[in-house]
């Protein structure tokens, strides 16, 4: 065994409680599964019409069926625990004190940043997991905002339909936060579907299609693009938490509502907190 069996074994409440989760990413989800499983009362809201969070949007690129297995098995076992499911529910601090938990789980998860660059939001800017979840459909000269994980696995799976895309990253490598074998893989795709790549570029302003960047030390346009995509990653969304401090008997912030990480580590920590309560 791996030593943490136990630590993880699940154990029956001495008490059963009236329990929120909010938020169904990898961490609210295991929070309410390990909840439920220890025989507490367990609601769980999640704003989108699906289970799974950021989760589900990082098994939408190419090669991650792996994911979709872990995540298939995570939502089945909440659901056979019990858990009351909310979905297309945006937890609002009313609703969640109007049914008078005892303990309150937020793993609200992180907003996608948006910069405040001049001409933006004329100019068609698209978020990167809509766009890998399918919601947005860009046009077919593309420039994506952001060279991490999400900007060039949302260049990749664009490049395998034939569109014209060009990655645009502030620092000097893109594809910087994957694993080196995952890199290799992403990079070696889009360099066959040529796709284009300039690092060392900060976008200044967006107009009529053309994004104006400053690249070793002067400036340049790029472009036209039919859609601009931005991966620049993730903040932290407070809101909820910060409506209901003070206001519930036992309040925990788990995943990247505390700050933007791991699946991985929101897991660990939805099974920790579920422990606790």
């Known amino acids: 065994g791996c ?11 001495p008490k059963p409680k009236n329990v929120v989760v909010v938020g169904g990413g990898p961490g609210g989800l295991e929070a309410s599964r390990v909840l439920a499983e220890r025989g507490h009362h367990v609601t769980l809201f999640e704003e989108k019409s699906y289970l799974g969070g950021e989760f589900r949007v990082a098994a939408q690129a190419p090669r991650k069926e792996e ?18 499911v909310r979905l297309g529910t945006r937890a609002t601090a009313e609703m969640v004190l109007g049914l008078k938990p005892d303990a309150v789980v937020v793993a609200a998860g992180a907003r996608p940043k948006v910069p405040k660059l001049p001409g933006l939001k004329k100019e068609k800017a698209l978020i990167a997991r809509d766009v890998l979840m399918g919601q947005a459909v860009p046009g077919q000269r593309v420039a994506v905002a952001g060279g991490g994980a999400v900007g060039v696995e949302t260049a990749e799976l664009l490049s395998l339909g034939n569109k014209d895309i060009t990655v645009l990253e502030m620092t000097d490598q893109v594809a910087a936060d994957m694993t080196p074998d995952r890199r290799y893989w992403v990079l070696d795709q889009i360099a066959e579907q040529e796709v284009g790549i300039v690092t060392n570029a900060k976008i200044n302003r967006v107009s ?10 002067h400036e340049e346009t790029v472009g036209p693009f039919d859609n601009v995509i931005l991966a620049l990653g993730y903040e932290p969304d407070r809101t909820l938490i910060d409506e209901l401090q003070g206001k519930v008997g036992e309040l925990y912030t788990i995943g990247d509502a ?10 660990r920590e939805g099974a920790e907190v579920a422990r606790k309560i």
Do not use: C, N
């Not at 994911?67 to 009351?84: C, E, H, P, S």
């Open 208 to 217: 009529d299609g053309q994004v104006t960047i400053s690249h070793d030390g």
């Open 3 to 13: 030593g943490r069996e136990r630590e993880f074994a699940i154990t029956p409440a």
């Open 258 to 267: 505390v700050e933007v990480r791991s699946a991985v580590e929101a897991i």
């Open 67 to 84: 994911i979709t297995d872990a995540l298939r098995w995570m939502i089945r076992q909440v659901y056979k625990a019990g858990v009351d």
